[in-house]
């Protein structure tokens, strides 16, 4: 069974800094990875995905993440931090399989970040 | 735009109570599914629906059940609620067939069990 670990469950950083959320991931097969975005007293939504290609993919405000299958990552990065990216952020992974089952996505255990001015 | 409605923001119930969570999404998507999410533990599947009365046990299934008598509604059942099933939870809908396709979330019902 796949499952996801997020490092650090806060983060802080100053705004105009460089945001890092890291995720790792296990499966015994190529995955697709997600990462989504909560803001308060929403639910989430997506901000990235990578499913197959080119292994850097950019997202929505700015955040992009890195497949590295050798080191089985898959972190969120965003050069400069603003005052809205304050919120909680989830890596997900979804296994492609035939079965109903495959629809499934396994989520971190999300990593809420506080922005300082 | 997906629009996934949940039919409460807030809830407050007792030990023992029987309780219904509705989700309502707009988009005639098949898969619907019902996440909890609590501090540090992510969010975690309890059930899934991949078509009209078809449902699947998730990751967390005891203690909850599940209804989809039409396509754009699933509801969420605490035969008897607890209070260790005080938490956040959340419906989604994505469309099948297509792994690319993203879940789409309502906002959440945070259910308060006493």
Redesign the interface.
């Given at each position: 069974a796949q499952s996801?670990t997020?490092l650090g469950?806060h983060v802080s950083v100053s705004e105009g800094a460089l945001v890092l959320l890291r995720c790792n991931y296990s499966s015994s097969v190529p995955p697709?990875l997600?990462w989504?975005v909560q803001y308060p007293?929403?639910?989430?939504?997506?901000l990235l995905?990578y499913?197959t290609g080119a292994t850097l993919v950019k997202g929505i405000n700015g955040f992009e993440a890195e497949f590295k299958k050798s080191e089985t990552s898959f972190h969120l990065t965003k050069p400069s931090a603003h005052m809205s990216d304050a919120a909680e952020y989830?890596c997900?992974v979804?296994i492609?399989m035939i079965k109903?089952?495959?629809?499934?996505?396994?989520?971190?255990?999300?990593t809420r970040v506080l922005v300082k001015p | 735009d997906v629009k996934v409605t949940q039919s409460s923001r807030y809830l407050v119930k007792r030990t023992g109570e029987k309780v219904f969570l509705e989700c309502v999404q707009d988009m005639d998507h098949e898969n619907m599914f019902w996440y909890r999410q609590d501090p540090g533990l992510g969010l975690r599947l309890i059930y899934f629906s991949y078509d009209v009365k078809m449902k699947e046990k998730g990751d967390i299934p005891e203690g909850y059940s599940v209804s989809r008598e039409k396509k754009e509604r699933f509801s969420l059942i605490l035969e008897s609620a607890s209070t260790n099933q005080t938490s956040m939870y959340l419906c989604a809908s994505r469309l099948s067939g297509d792994y690319n396709s993203p879940l789409h979330f309502g906002n959440g019902t945070r259910l308060t069990v006493t």
């Open positions: 996801v997020q469950s697709y997600f989504y007293n929403q639910g989430l939504q997506l995905k499913t989830f997900a979804r492609p109903a089952a495959g629809n499934k996505l396994t989520f971190g255990g999300g | -």
